[in-house]
């Protein structure tokens, strides 16, 4: 999941310009078949590489392009087949560095089933179900330089029903996290307090800066707060928090595990060179070392069932990346299939 505050250890700017359908699936009877329900083990990873979206094989080692994407745009939601994507409206100008007027879409990858939700960016799956939270824009953005003017709302939408509500007036906002079936937000007039949103008439105010908030928990009940001073976990039910013990670095990339249970974490090194993965067991905050220092700990995922997560790291100084997928029960990884070049893993099948 990205969070918008959430340090991580490479920034990738990507230029939007590209529009059409998401791709074209090639119709093949061998193609495997995504999880309609949570497996014991995951027998693939699905994976965008610059614009080529391909599936890797566990089992075989071997990488299979399953079609090309008009953007790099590219959100996959962690427990069902649906993607969402964002691409230039038709009124877009040539070369535009940030999206004056993105259009959001879905694509079933297992159905192939399409929807253009219409205007919006900045979308969030929620977890473990079919919801997408996305900011709308409510009038032409104006974008100059690294910031786009102009009001939104944030707005919640089912890719299942295709039902949408809208959570906010309109305002400038960033989404945080989902936290059960609220959205946390940052509301840009006011940064003191992390708004968590559960209908235009149910918003309360956490007592907690959204730069602090590193993620949620699925269930609602939990918050990983990371400050200067360390990382806690806030007890939403009692309002208790607990000091974890991750040793010197900085919180990076990492996910909550479907099940609220643990938390996969990379934690950069003081000189912000190298990351190691750590294991936090939720209910008793316990830290397990998962990796040594490695160049980095991308995209991090988990399967449905909570059993395995998985994570792309660098290989050497090169732009190629290599997956490893580990075992919630023993902390073991094993890194599986070839190099794959400037990847990001969208989930695990």
């Not at 119709?27 to 497996?39: G, H, Q």
């Not at 192939?112 to 900011?135: C, K, M, S, V």
């Not at 294991?279 to 397990?288: A, K, M, W």
Request: glycine residues 8%.
């Amino acid at each position: 999941m990205s969070v918008p505050f959430r340090l991580v250890g490479i920034l990738l700017v990507v230029v939007l310009t590209a529009v059409g359908a998401l791709f074209v699936l090639r119709d093949s009877a061998s193609d495997p078949p995504l999880r309609s329900e949570p497996s014991a083990a995951a027998t693939s990873a699905l994976y965008l590489s610059d614009d080529t979206l391909g599936r890797l094989d566990f089992k075989s080692g071997t990488v299979e392009p399953i079609g090309q994407t008009p953007t790099t745009d590219v959100y996959a939601s962690e427990g069902t087949p649906w993607i969402a994507y964002v691409v230039a409206g038709d009124g877009a100008q040539g070369g535009e560095d940030f999206l004056a007027e993105p259009v959001l879409r879905t694509i079933n990858v297992a159905t192939e089933a399409t929807t253009e939700i219409g205007p919006g960016f900045n979308p969030l799956w929620h977890p473990t179900d079919t919801r997408l939270a996305y900011l709308r824009p409510i009038e032409r953005r104006q974008c100059s330089g690294e910031r786009c003017d102009g009001l939104f709302e944030v707005v919640v939408y089912d890719a299942d029903s295709k039902a949408s509500t809208v959570l906010t007036e309109p305002g400038r906002f960033n989404l945080l996290a989902w936290s059960g079936d609220r959205v946390l937000v940052a509301d840009e007039s006011d940064l003191a307090v992390t708004l968590s949103l559960g209908s235009k008439d149910d918003v309360q105010g956490l007592n907690l800066e959204p730069s602090e908030l590193w993620d949620a928990s699925p269930d609602g009940r939990w918050l990983l707060r990371s400050t200067s001073e360390g990382s806690t976990l806030v007890d939403l039910d009692t309002g208790r928090e607990r000091a974890l013990s991750m040793g010197r670095g900085v919180l990076a990339d990492g996910a909550w595990s479907p099940d609220s249970k643990h938390i996969v974490a990379g934690v950069l090194n003081e000189a912000r060179t190298k990351t190691r993965a750590l294991l936090i067991d939720v209910p008793s905050g316990e830290v397990r070392e998962v990796t040594d220092e490695l160049p980095g700990i991308l995209g991090v995922t988990w399967t449905p069932d909570a059993r395995q997560f998985g994570f792309l790291t660098f290989v050497d100084r090169s732009n190629r990346t290599e997956l490893n997928l580990c075992s919630s029960l023993d902390v073991r990884c094993e890194v599986l299939g070839p190099p794959l070049r400037r990847a990001i893993l969208l989930r695990l099948e």
